[in-house]
């Protein structure tokens, strides 16, 4: 096959069940979706809080779209830094008890811009096996001298770090681990950055809105603050159901990613729209209460019935529960299967997660009902065992 066959290439990913293709969603987010006419029970998003398709924030979203137009017009430095950026960042701060809050297009873009800003050739950065592409692409990026310990193993770091010559050392690691559900041992890693002198980053793209009482994430559920944890990253994407991310930290911090993070200097700023719609949809994720318990019930029902089932679950208390299965094989069969049934997971397969933990990824939001729940337990009961 020549470098530049292209199609061939394309033919090869399909033998090896790794060709991917994309869905084209009718309607708006939620536990139901319409997919090709056909309405689906969906257990594959992130809405967790179930706020993607909330009334008060399409309202606040089109009012402010009425006041502000579409688009930002350019680059938050020029002059694309609206009053609802400057609002939010303020009321994100606020939230996550820290001096200050950034918020930049894309999660993606806030972690390439963030360590690559922190470290350069010369420093080091570690980071967790499972951490996020673009933590893992941030690392590569920013030119530091690039370790990766085993997944959640606090040993090998400890000796990594403490082998480690550099300076500058960053540790980075996912609060909660976005293919496992699992969350980070993020007591033990914050006394070894301390011990250490090194720099701790969590990105809670996962915890956030989900996991302590007002959905602080896991550095809420933690008591963890600034002092433990100077960079905290996590997404509005996902619990707050709008799109962006922010990091927030010292005002340092913030003031030199300001100065110095390409991926927040050189590109666009969101919709002020955008920015409006996740003001309010943060402050549902405080307020109400009941979206994280009801998450917390659904699960708890979601294992039982897995668990009577026999079904290979990996350990996890967040709304990500993973399915193993295996081979990308059995990944794709269960889930044509499953789609016959009316339902929709995440079909993850190698090498988005180690061969041999090939699995069906299945979250939930606030908005599924006990009875959904059910109905996936049976789909899964004909389907994979
Ligand atoms: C989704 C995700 C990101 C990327 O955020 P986007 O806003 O979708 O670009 C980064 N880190 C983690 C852990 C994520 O799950």
New binding site residues.
């Given amino acids: 096959m020549s470098q530049w066959d292209l199609s061939g290439h394309l033919d090869a990913l399909k033998q090896v069940h790794l060709y991917r293709s994309r869905e084209t969603i009718e309607g708006p987010q939620g536990s139901q979706v319409q997919l090709n006419g056909k309405s689906f029970d969906n257990f594959s998003s992130?809405d967790y809080l179930g706020l993607a398709n909330h009334p008060d924030v399409i309202k606040a979203f089109t009012t402010a779209a009425e006041k502000y137009g579409v688009g930002a017009g350019s680059a938050h430095l020029i002059c694309g830094h609206s009053y609802e950026h400057h609002a939010l960042e303020e009321e994100l701060a606020g939230f996550t008890g820290r001096q200050r809050a950034l918020v930049?297009?894309?999660?993606?873009?806030?972690?390439l811009g963030v360590i690559s800003t922190l470290v350069q050739k010369g420093d080091a950065v570690f980071q967790d096996k499972l951490?996020?592409?673009?933590?893992i692409d941030g690392g590569l990026i920013s030119g530091a001298n690039f370790r990766r310990y085993p997944h959640n193993g606090l040993d090998r770091l400890q000796q990594l770090v403490e082998k480690s010559n550099y300076d500058k050392k960053l540790i980075v690691t996912?609060?909660?681990?976005?293919m496992d559900g699992d969350e980070a041992k993020i007591i033990e890693l914050a006394s070894l950055a301390a011990q250490s002198k090194s720099m701790l980053m969590v990105?809670?793209?996962?915890g956030l809105g989900v996991l302590g009482d007002n959905g602080g994430g896991l550095l809420e559920k933690h008591g963890l603050g600034e002092k433990q944890v100077p960079v905290l990253?996590a997404?509005?994407?996902?619990s707050l159901g709008t799109?962006?991310?922010f990091i927030a930290g010292s005002d340092a911090l913030i003031e030199t990613l300001i100065q110095r993070a390409r991926t927040y200097i050189y590109t666009t700023a969101m919709p002020p729209a955008v920015m409006a719609a996740t003001r309010v949809s943060l402050k549902l994720c405080q307020q109400e209460c009941w979206r994280r318990e009801k998450l917390v019930s659904l699960v708890a029902q979601f294992r039982r019935g897995a668990g009577q089932l026999g079904l290979n679950l990996l350990p996890s208390e967040t709304p990500i529960q993973a399915v193993i299965l295996g081979t990308n094989e059995a990944v794709i069969k269960a889930n044509v299967q499953l789609r016959e049934k009316g339902m929709l997971v995440g079909a993850i397969r190698h090498p988005t997660v180690p061969k041999g933990s090939e699995r069906l990824r299945i979250t939930f939001s606030a908005t599924h009902t006990e009875s959904q729940v059910t109905a996936m337990l049976q789909a899964l009961e004909s389907v994979v065992t």
Avoid: E, I, P, Q
């Fill in positions: 992130n930049f297009s894309t999660g993606y873009m806030a972690n951490n996020h592409a673009s933590l996912d609060g909660v681990f976005s990105d809670d793209a996962h990253m997404t509005l994407g996902k799109a962006g991310a």
